[in-house]
């Protein structure tokens, strides 16, 4: 457990230095703060618009640090000689896997932390200075659900790009894959939506099969409730199907992936 | 070789803001067009499905900016704006922008942009099913664009029941079955609101309305009678005096009748329509 918090303290420390981290980080939030002129095209709803683009941002500034920096620390190839010296200590490499992916997991929670207390901070600020009928409703706690639903969906592709780099060598062919996954995860629910409103013809073999698929490529906007910070349902109710579940599968699914990526970590040879 | 360090580098600036200005002043020259949004179920996926709203907002202000020009209302244009109006309310059912924003440019284009823009209304509703203002721009599409008075009189009926602060909307409705002919359905509602009201001016205008609408259930009815008997239609009304009716009622100033190939309609007096 010791060896998986040091490699955990050394990942982090390790992304704190990168300015390439500090650079997304400040363009995040330039982009938080700045993007709320663009409010002044909208007439009406402006809380939900406001909260639509801070997540958006949060959500961006994720995946870019998950593409481009996480593959970046986890792909190893001729370039990235730091698994072998890691792996030339004695640890083992299950510990490698959580040990990087919980490193790169807290550098992640503290950067999307600092996104989203500042655009918190912003949203309160501005309420005030709306009247009622253009931002009736924000609540904190319904902020801070959707935040942790954001933070499970990066977990989510975090976990599935450490399981792409088990297998496959190379920073950028990770980088790809892992885009690939990210496009089906999107792809897939749209497909199967329109097949249920019968848009094109079907059987019920290929609706078995995308049902199959999407097993592997979960839909990830189950995990969307940026509606709920500006909506009046009450907190207990919502804590109930539309978090406790997806909440709960798509965290059994990280942990799955995860396995996995260790088994394949055991037994492939990185040589 | 020290002027060449200067003069150089000073013309090619020179160059580029002069290039820069005769670009900018071509530009202000341009017809502004509206570029089409990608498909819809494109645009999901590439939005990752987490920026699909984002993604809305971005065709949202790109149309604001186009509608907000002076654009050339061209079939093309049109179209390409009914695109984006059908792709961000798929994206984002419930930014409101869009249902305000589609009733201030689609309808006043014909009846094919109307439809589409009834479409979208339509869809606001079930998203927003207390909000006043979309039955109510769906029924005045409905009546002042494609002269379907009965099809509007539903749609501000509908919209009456939201709110007690919305019930005149009830006394248009009915204003609008009349005009439409469906004269029973008009005198219902108007009956029951009357029936709700508290004493003042304005119960007293609906006891009066209420009598010439039951003066046209009457005329109405003396033509189902005249059809039944005769099996065809009425010429005119007058047709109706002696034998269904003792005379031709006398309505109040407000209104009038106006009948057509059997159907009876009450017509408020010198109310104009878009022609």
Known sequence: ???????????????????????????????????????????????????????????????????????????????????DSILARPISRVEYVLGTVLGLTILLLCFEGLLGGIALIQIMWVKPMFTESYFPIFSTSHFLIAWLGLQLILLALLSVTMLI????????????????????CSGLPVVRESLKQKEVPT?????????????????????????????????????????????????????????LSCFIYQHRDIV | MTWRFVFVPLFLVMGYVQLFLVQEKQSMVQEVNLTPALPTQVLKVLAHTYMEQMVAEILFIKVA???????????????????????????????????????????????????????????????????????????FNYYYYLDEPVKAAELLRLASTYDEKYQWLGHLASTLDARGGNIRVGLTWLKGM??????????????????????????????????????????????????????????????????????????????????
């Open chain 1, 1 to 83: 457990m010791n060896r998986i918090f040091a490699l955990s303290r050394i990942t982090f420390l390790n992304g704190l230095r990168r300015n390439a981290v500090w650079g997304l980080c400040l363009f995040a939030l330039l982009f938080e703060v700045c993007g709320i002129f663009f409010m002044d095209f909208f007439g009406r709803g402006l809380g939900r618009i406001i909260c639509d683009f801070q997540f958006s941002i949060m959500w961006t500034a994720g995946m870019l640090f998950i593409l481009f920096y996480a593959v970046q620390a986890i792909a190893w190839d001729d370039d990235h000689k730091a698994i």
């Open chain 1, 165 to 184: 780099s088990s297998a496959i060598r190379g920073a950028f062919p990770v980088m790809l894959m892992t885009l690939a996954y990210a496009l089906i």
């Open chain 1, 203 to 259: 059987t019920q073999s290929l609706e078995s099969m995308l049902q199959g698929l999407s097993l592997f490529f979960p839909d990830f906007s189950m995990l969307d409730l940026k509606d709920a910070v500006v909506s009046q349902e009450n907190i207990s109710e919502m804590i109930g199907m539309s978090v406790c579940l997806p909440f709960g599968l798509i965290g059994v699914y990280v942990v799955i992936v995860l396995a």
């Open chain 2, 65 to 139: 900016v186009f509608t907000g020009s002076g654009y050339q209302r061209d079939e093309k244009n049109l179209d390409v704006l009914a695109n984006h109006f059908l792709a961000m309310t798929a994206l984002h059912p419930k930014l409101e922008d869009i249902y305000y924003r589609t009733e201030s440019a689609l309808p006043d284009n014909g009846k094919n942009y109307v439809q589409i823009a009834n479409q979208i209304l339509e869809s606001g509703r079930k998203t927003y099913p207390t909000q006043v203002a979309l039955p109510y721009f769906e029924g």
């Open chain 2, 194 to 275: 009357y029936a709700s009201m508290q004493e003042g001016d304005e119960k007293e205008r609906y006891a009066k309305d209420i009598k010439d609408y039951e003066k046209a259930l009457q005329v109405q009815l003396a033509l189902e009678r005249f059809k039944h008997k005769t099996s065809r239609h009425a010429k005119s009304l007058s047709e109706l005096v002696p034998s269904e009716l003792i005379g031709i009622p006398e309505l109040s100033a407000k209104f009038e009748f106006a009948y057509d190939a059997g159907k009876l309609f009450l017509r408020v007096k010198n109310s104009r329509k878009k022609s």
